[in-house]
């Protein structure tokens, strides 16, 4: 099993639609959640962060986190062409892991005019 | 601008070469880290430096040698690369490593080609 696995699209969806994108990771002792968006060609850039369990909203975007299930979303709402990319999740294990990071394959997103 | 520059952008070397990639950080962060990103793959972590002392070599090759003269750069020596090496390599730096709340901030990366 994955340490951590997301579906790799592409997930296609139309302007102006919500973009549900998930996450799971199999360590339950997971402590910190990051979403990033990484361009074709560019670098991996932080859009999100997460560590308590419900929702946390910034703008267009909402992270959700269950640990319960050990599961980790980020919808995007109104989504426009220019969400089109790729949406990494990435889990920090602990505070004994440090600063590693596991990251999954990423999902690609294509938003439609 | 991510605040984390890596150069060169592109790289094609043959095996018995020797280069390095290098890496800057201008966020006055203390840890910095070497992903490699292959095609389809998630990244994978490489070495994690604090304080320019090395804290994570995450079973990387010895033809991979990393270098961090001081908490601003950090550098990645290749030598007798094989042509599965053949990646996107991305630095990425954090205000320290032995927190887990912590984002990291990428550079743009190296996209290494082995002929």
């Known amino acids: 099993q994955k340490e951590v696995e997301q579906n790799s699209g592409p997930l296609s969806v139309p302007e102006g639609a919500i973009a549900s994108l998930n996450c799971t990771y199999s360590?339950?002792?997971?402590?910190?959640f990051f979403w990033y968006r990484q361009y074709s060609g560019k670098s991996p850039e932080l859009i999100m962060f997460?560590?308590?369990?419900g929702d946390k909203e910034d703008g267009r975007f909402t992270a959700q986190l269950n640990k319960a299930s050990q599961y980790v979303s980020l919808l995007i709402r109104d989504s426009q062409p220019s969400d089109s990319a790729t949406y990494l999740c990435?889990?920090?294990?602990?505070?004994?892991?440090?600063?590693?990071?596991?990251f999954g394959q990423g999902t690609e997103l294509s938003v439609k005019p | 601008e991510t605040g984390v520059t890596q150069t060169p952008r592109h790289l094609v070397m043959g095996m018995t070469n020797k280069k390095s990639l290098k890496c800057e950080q201008h966020?006055?962060?203390?840890?910095m880290y070497w992903y490699k990103q292959s095609a389809k793959k998630p990244l994978e972590l490489m070495f994690v430096?604090?304080?320019?002392?090395?804290?994570e070599n995450n079973s990387v090759p010895s033809r991979f040698s990393p270098e961090c003269p001081n908490s601003s750069h950090l550098f990645l020596h290749l030598h007798t690369l094989q042509p599965e090496d053949s990646a996107l390599y991305l630095c990425?730096?954090?205000?320290?490593?032995?927190?887990?709340?912590?984002?990291?901030?990428f550079g743009d990366g190296t996209r290494l080609s082995i002929l």
């Open positions: 990425a730096s954090s205000q320290d490593s032995d927190r887990d709340n912590q984002p990291q901030h």
């Open positions: 360590d339950r002792g997971s402590q910190s």
């Open positions: 997460i560590y308590s369990n």
């Open positions: 990435a889990v920090n294990r602990g505070p004994d892991q440090g600063g590693k990071l596991i």
């Open positions: 966020l006055g962060h203390n840890a």
């Open positions: 430096y604090s304080l320019e002392e090395r804290v």
